[in-house]
């Protein structure tokens, strides 16, 4: 995700040298427990070094001691554990989702602290009166963890642009050029919390913060393709641990590829796009379920599960267009894998299958493997913990800025 920290990077210097050694100690704690001597010998740093390291990153609040420390094998008494610290500085990730809003708060270990929904439906409605809604969401979650967030990211189903923390367009919701960083910050003041709206605030699409959170949580390899859904189509393009963003920041609109070049015209003007076959309208429509309302995804799979043939067949369709989509993406990319995610994880029983065929067929740049595509273990759970890991994963790569030098 984008840097939660937008100062420019300090010339090489002492004070720079130290800031370095601070990430690079608290890096290895990141790791898992350790003590200063298993520091010193993996970093190459003296143990005097990273002894007075340490003691900044605990007055900092970003380690603790844990207990004593594994045996070694070395002569002397073992020293003492040191994790990072489950009450220091938190991520807090906020949520915009057509039908929902949602909000989480990640410990620097990882473990989310704290979860707050609620089922909203936020097509058409003013930005302003969204962005109360999730401040409120963000309050509470925040207060009740007892953390204090070190920075704010919030997932939004449109595309984010140059501008900082403005949406260019977010289409389901009928929002165009909303500047969500600023008109959050002003809400959460509002709404008492005054101590959010300080926080730096980073805004990116909810298709990049879903794969990102399964770079980072998931088991897969580092160069993926990760296709998700909402109300929407999006993918997130990950090479060599890195997301692929594009010149504009606007890679990965995989819900407008044609797959069916004379289909139906899409709202954006084109004709046979992707959601007009594998996009929630589409699918609900050929399952006999337009305007049902509540959650499509449960819907679905619940009618699925029940050996509903319609539903099947529908989401059978979905997952062709799916595969042929996919197919042309891995043909032009050569991604390691294909990850499912979203709405999609917790569909796949009924898409895969289709998706297999038609990659099968379609695949040339290599002999494709079914193993090579796979739903998510996180469902539509990735975009909300991509933004909050991501907030922790800055302060683990920059801890000076908690350290009392830096203040």
Excluded: K
């Excluded at 704010?152 to 977010?170: D, K, S």
């Excluded at 009928?174 to 959010?196: F, I, K, N, T, Y």
């Excluded at 890195?242 to 819900?255: D, H, Q, V």
């Amino acid at each position: 995700m984008r840097e939660t920290d937008t100062r420019r990077d300090r010339p090489a210097s002492q004070q720079g040298m130290r800031r370095a050694n601070l990430a690079l100690v608290l890096g290895q704690f990141a790791a898992g427990p350790r003590s200063r001597a298993d520091v010193a010998a993996a970093t190459g740093l003296t143990r005097a070094a990273v002894s007075s390291l340490v003691d900044e990153l605990s007055a900092a609040g970003l380690v603790a001691e844990c207990g004593p420390a594994a045996p070694s094998g070395r002569v002397g008494r073992p020293g003492t554990a040191l994790a990072l610290d489950p009450q220091g500085p938190a991520g807090l990730g906020g949520e915009i989702g057509v039908e929902h809003l949602a909000a989480c708060v990640v410990d620097l270990r990882g473990e989310v602290r704290g979860w707050r929904r609620r089922d909203v439906s936020n097509r058409g409605r003013r930005p302003a009166e969204v962005l109360a809604d999730l401040a409120a969401l963000l309050r509470d979650v925040a207060a009740a963890s007892g953390l204090d967030p070190a920075g704010l990211a919030v997932a939004v189903p449109g595309l984010v642009g140059a501008t900082e923390g403005t949406v260019e367009t977010a289409a389901n919701l009928g929002w165009s050029g909303v500047p969500v960083a600023a008109e959050l910050r002003q809400a959460l003041r509002a709404a008492g919390a005054d101590g959010l709206a300080a926080l730096p605030i980073d805004v990116d699409n909810e298709a990049n913060l879903g794969g990102l959170a399964e770079l980072w949580l998931g088991d897969g390899p580092e160069d993926f393709l990760h296709l998700s859904a909402e109300a929407g189509i999006g993918a997130a393009i990950v090479v060599g641990g890195r997301l692929l963003r594009g010149a504009r920041g606007y890679a990965g609109e995989l819900g407008h590829v044609p797959v069916h070049p004379d289909g139906p015209r899409c709202p954006c003007g084109a004709r046979g796009c992707l959601e007009q076959y594998a996009g929630e309208a589409a699918v609900l429509l050929a399952a006999g379920l337009s305007g049902a309302g509540d959650d499509w995804v449960a819907l679905l799979g619940d009618r699925a599960a029940g050996g509903d043939e319609r539903v099947r067949a529908a989401l059978a369709a979905a997952g062709a267009a799916l595969g042929v989509a996919a197919a042309g993406a891995v043909n032009l990319l050569d991604p390691a894998a294909v990850v499912l995610g979203g709405g999609y994880a917790e569909l796949a029983d009924w898409l895969l299958p289709a998706m297999r065929t038609e990659m099968a067929a379609r695949v040339t740049v290599r002999q494709w493997s079914g193993e090579w595509l796979s739903a998510s273990s996180l469902g539509r759970r990735g975009p909300l913990l991509g933004a909050a890991t991501g907030v922790v994963r800055a302060v683990v790569a920059d801890p000076g800025r908690f350290s009392a030098a830096e203040a």
